[in-house]
């Protein structure tokens, strides 16, 4: 009986959660240009649409320079940030790890209030390089939670070892650090491109004339005969974070594993 | 014997501080070339502090290491003729067996075959010849013991510094590798410091050992003195069960002091039963449970130091059983151990008992 309304709640969550999502692909692979049911047919026209409309393809320029700026930026970051956080104590560390932490849970309109603000006062232009800058913000915190399990994973006495057996500071970082922790910076690298590819609000405020694909696709959303054109764009950006995080989580267990440790509940 | 092997660790009122934290107190010791030496102390006096500093890992704060000859002041660990099994093992989990063990040879000018000779040898040397494929995470506990070792010893360190090596093993993995330890010490003739919380272990494994309270060694001896002569009340409580029964000297009269012990009677002590100083008044005599004997009907004792009282506590181990016996006239009961032997009776609770001593094997804590 408790379980069967257990199942019942669990099942019902997960179409809650899900359907919305499903309706993407069914209407990208949809006939009929009206998003309503019944289905019409199938059809890839709303794909091939995609492929000749150039200011896509300038968004998407636009949001791969920024993902792939941002997760390089953050991961480095969250590399020196997890490294001192876990290696060394110095006084405040506590408040200024919390500090760094603080954007995983500010709102991110106030971000993006925020940092339009500065430029503005700055006398700045907002663009590619301000939402870059604004998303490295919000993407750190994810880069360092994921690098300080790494860390705090690999046992300190590691590089005292290879330090013992006569290598240098520099050679051990490339010889043990480097290869245990790399799990986990491919899997930053890829959170944070894909949390940046995803992120609307911030671009919205600062994208001023060069859209990223939300972006783009927000705007697209006044023209009802482009709707299935979203609707296939839509889908493209699910499928691709999708497989993302789950390259990321592949990493991070191999990381895990590599190091000889049990998963202790990860990051996702 | 060991005071005369040439010194390959020289320390010399070594002090570290951790802040206001003072870790180490005034560190001397000379540490014999090919010696196995023990740091023995609760855990918190300082041993791994130590240990580290001749590692290079910890710079000290005062005072002067010397590693054969040379002041080690400045000297990173990497270019110190010593090698460390670190108390996690610290084995390269994304290595083979045979990578870890080369691993320090990588810089060497040796040619990959002589490398890979090098590598078989170290793994037979500590058992592991099959093992050289092997994924390092793949390992128990014992092997990566030895997979420490062959990776430290590769390298031919002038000292071999080991931290609680055997204390993530279970007991009888532990027993193993001690007999294994001391075999590949006496083999392989480098000199060994073994940092120990456990006296069992520096007193099997050591030629000597220094017992450390709170960053200052308090007694460095061997194994044997050690056990029979400790030289304060701490360290007799930290080797071994010892009685304590309160005691008054006397006087010194011609090499000879002269005590009387509560509920045994008087002694005649020699100067070195009193490692530690001798002071008239009051004192206490230290006596290991075995150097009580119980004295069975019809057994008397010799020169008639005898003494008796009440059985208070029977703990029987099947080959020995140890009572705690309250001596007429005392306060606090004292622990005898027997040896069990066909037909010898063990006593039981309440029964009376009678005691044999000897003053040979008493120690004097003024
Ligand atoms: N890096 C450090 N910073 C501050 N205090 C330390 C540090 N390392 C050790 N200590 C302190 O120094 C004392 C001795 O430590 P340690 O040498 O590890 O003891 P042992 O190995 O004998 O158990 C302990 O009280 C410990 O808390
Ligand atoms: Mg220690």
């Not at chain 1, 649409?49 to 949001?63: C, G, K, M, Q, Y």
């Not at chain 1, 930026?73 to 919390?98: C, D, E, M, Q």
């Not at chain 2, 670190?86 to 067996?97: D, G, L, R, T």
């Not at chain 2, 532990?174 to 075999?183: A, D, F, N, S, T």
């Amino acid at each position: 009986m408790r379980l069967n309304a257990l199942a019942i709640f669990a099942v019902l969550y997960l179409v809650v959660l899900y359907a919305p999502i499903m309706l993407l692909p069914m209407f990208a692979f949809n006939s009929g240009t009206i998003i309503a049911f019944p289905l019409q047919g199938f059809t890839l026209d709303w794909f091939a649409a995609l492929l000749d409309t150039p200011a896509l393809h300038e968004a998407t320029v636009n949001s791969l320079i920024i993902a792939v700026s941002t997760a390089i930026f953050s991961t480095i970051l969250g590399l020196f940030a997890a490294r001192a956080a876990t290696r060394y104590g110095f006084p405040g560390k506590a408040g200024i790890v919390g500090f760094i932490m603080l954007p995983l849970v500010l709102p991110e309109v106030i971000v993006a209030i925020s940092l339009l603000i500065v430029l503005m006062q700055l006398g700045l232009n907002s663009g590619t390089w301000s939402i870059i800058a604004g998303h490295t913000l919000i993407c750190t915190p994810f880069a360092i939670a994921i690098l300080q399990g790494s860390f705090s994973n690999m046992d300190k006495s590691l590089e005292e070892a290879a330090i013992d057996l006569g290598e240098t500071p520099w050679s051990t970082f490339r010889l043990i650090t480097l290869p245990l922790v790399s799990p986990g910076i491919i899997a930053s690298l890829l959170i944070c491109f894909t949390i940046s590819l995803d992120e609307f609000i911030i671009a919205f405020f600062l994208s001023g004339n060069e859209p990223t694909l939300p972006v783009y696709l927000w705007g697209q959303l006044r023209f009802p005969a482009r709707l299935p054109v979203v609707m296939a764009l839509g889908t493209i950006l699910v499928l691709l974070s999708v497989a993302l995080l789950i390259i990321a989580e592949t990493f991070r267990r191999r990381g895990l594993k590599r190091a000889g440790l049990k998963d202790t509940g990860g990051f996702l | 014997m060991s005071q005369t092997r040439p010194p390959i660790v020289t320390l010399t009122g070594v002090q570290k501080y951790y802040g206001d934290y003072h870790a180490l107190r005034g560190i001397t010791a000379n540490i014999g070339q090919g010696e196995f030496f023990s740091l023995l102390g609760p855990s918190g006096c300082g041993k791994t502090t130590l240990l580290r500093a001749i590692a290079g890992f910890e710079d000290i704060s005062e005072g002067q290491i010397l590693l054969d000859g040379k002041d080690m002041e400045g000297v990173a660990p990497n270019k110190r003729p010593t090698n460390m099994v670190f108390q996690s093992y610290a084995i390269f989990p994304h290595m083979s067996v045979a990578e870890n063990v080369g691993f320090g040879l990588r810089k060497s000018a040796m040619s990959v075959s002589e490398k890979r000779n090098a590598v078989g040898q170290a793994l037979e040397m500590v058992g592991l010849a099959k093992f050289g494929a092997r994924a390092a995470h793949a390992l128990s506990g014992g092997q990566r013991q030895r997979v420490a070792l062959a990776r430290a010893l590769i390298l031919k360190p002038k000292v071999l510094l080991l931290d609680e090596p055997l204390s993530a093993l279970d007991k009888k993995m532990r027993e193993v590798m001690q007999v294994e330890l001391i075999k590949l010490q006496r083999e392989v003739g480098i000199t060994f410091i073994l940092v120990t919380h456990d006296q069992e272990e520096a007193l099997v494994m050591s030629d000597r050992i220094a017992v450390m309270f709170e960053g200052e060694i308090a007694q460095l001896a061997d194994p044997e003195t050690l056990y029979r002569r400790p030289n304060s009340r701490r360290v007799a409580e930290f080797i071994g069960m010892m009685n304590f029964l309160p005691a008054t000297v006397q006087g010194e009269t011609a090499g000879r002091i002269s005590v009387e012990v509560q509920g045994l009677g008087p002694a005649e002590l020699e100067p070195a039963q009193a490692p530690g100083g001798v002071r008239a008044g009051a004192a206490e005599i230290g006596l290991r449970p075995e150097s009580l004997t119980l004295l069975y009907e019809g057994q008397a004792a010799e020169g008639g130091r005898e003494a008796s009282g009440t059985v208070r506590e029977v703990v029987y181990y099947g080959d020995m059983t140890y009572y705690d016996i309250l001596l007429d006239g005392t306060p606090a009961p004292v622990r005898v151990s027997m040896r069990n032997m066909p037909g010898r009776r063990v006593l039981e609770f309440g029964a009376r008992a009678r005691l044999a001593w000897d003053p040979r094997a008493m120690v004097l804590f003024s």
